[in-house]
């Protein structure tokens, strides 16, 4: 019935980092129409949610992600 709690990954890996030059791990947290994973499903804390919707607005600006998912 309860499922055990998810730690945020960014506190449980202090040497992981949160930049917008890292488009492959913030890619992690975009959902595959193009929309930033909200905190239940990605399971990071608030403090880290808030600066990774920060850092892939960032990656965004500058072209290193989309903002929409690419059609084929």
């Given at each position: 019935m309860f499922q055990r709690r998810k730690v945020c990954r960014f506190c449980?890996?202090?040497?992981?980092?949160?930049?917008?030059?890292e488009a492959k791990t913030?890619?992690?947290?975009?959902?595959?129409?193009?929309?930033?994973?909200?905190?239940?499903?990605?399971?990071?804390c608030a403090k880290h949610q808030?600066?990774?919707a920060t850092e892939i607005k960032r990656a965004r600006h500058?072209?290193?992600?989309?903002?929409?998912p690419s059609h084929y």
């Open positions: 449980a890996d202090k040497t992981a980092v949160l930049s917008y030059r913030l890619s992690l947290f975009i959902s595959e129409t193009g929309r930033i994973t909200p905190r239940r499903i990605s399971g990071t808030r600066k990774l500058i072209a290193l992600l989309p903002y929409a």
